[in-house]
């Protein structure tokens, strides 16, 4: 079990650090997942969806069963959230969870206005929700956002597209619309969005001496204190935003000893078209 996490960790921090120091490209395969009380391996979604505030489930009894490939070599489920969160407790079940290293490396990347965050997060976002920004606002200087990830757990299903497609659920709607979640990794998430007039390895170098606890120079004290700084971290229970250093925040959040409730958020989360059986990619 612990060689399987591990391996799947490396793999994911591969793909995410393959990201460029520039967003210029706002397709992707990856989601940041909004409604994580609610998503589970296997659900069907409307992808149009993606881009709402609130993730669209097509609801219905005696939907396919899906088989589980990763971490196990086969196991055949039938799509639920319970149905998914007893499969992972079990798969922890014994497991010294206090092994996991819990660490994540700050990736920071330029964007081009709060407009153009789903290139960031996989999929359009509301900053007035998420931030309390004002998108429309526009300002003079550059937006940087700096994202940090633990990932600690992996869920991969084969599903049936066909008995789905089949499914009295799915008559009278686009399939085209239509995609199975078919992978899911859990751990935590995290980011920090800043307004600067400061280049992007100046901002880099910036964020990654706040989140080590690294001592700034004056010059760059003067960045922070002349910059804009709004934060995030995907989580459904309480956490206190308003009270300390952000980065020391989500340092604090993201480098706290794992527990099993780390193997129960869905963080990052990918699908197939119901339709061609297609990856799904945004926009």
Known sequence: MRIKLLLLLL????????????????????????????????????????????????????????????????????????????????????EDLSTIVSESIPKVQKV?????????????????????????????????AASFTNLIYSLTCVTDIVKAKAHPAMTGLDLKDLMYVDEITFGRAASIFIESDADYETIKNLVDKKYF??????????????????????DTKEINLFDGDPFQIIRSYMTAPITKEDFLRPIWISGTNLKDGDMVITP
Do not use: W
């Open 11 to 94: 793999l994911h921090l591969f793909c995410f650090n393959a990201l460029a120091q520039e967003i210029s490209d706002e397709s992707n395969r990856f989601f940041l997942n909004k409604n994580l009380d609610k998503l589970y391996i296997g659900a069907i979604m409307k992808i149009s969806s993606l881009h709402k505030d609130n993730y669209e489930f097509i609801e219905a009894s005696n939907l396919p069963t899906i088989n589980i490939v990763i971490p196990s070599a086969d196991e055949v489920v039938v799509p639920s959230k319970s149905a998914m969160t007893n499969f992972i407790l079990k798969q922890i079940e014994g």
């Open 112 to 144: 081009a206005s709060y407009d153009k965050l789903g290139a960031v997060f996989g999929q359009k976002i509301n900053p007035e929700i998420m931030l309390a920004v004002n998108p429309k606002s526009k300002g003079s200087k550059y937006l940087y």
């Open 213 to 234: 606890k690294r001592a700034l120079t004056e010059q760059e004290e003067a960045i922070l204190a002349n910059s804009t700084i709004h934060f995030q971290v995907s």
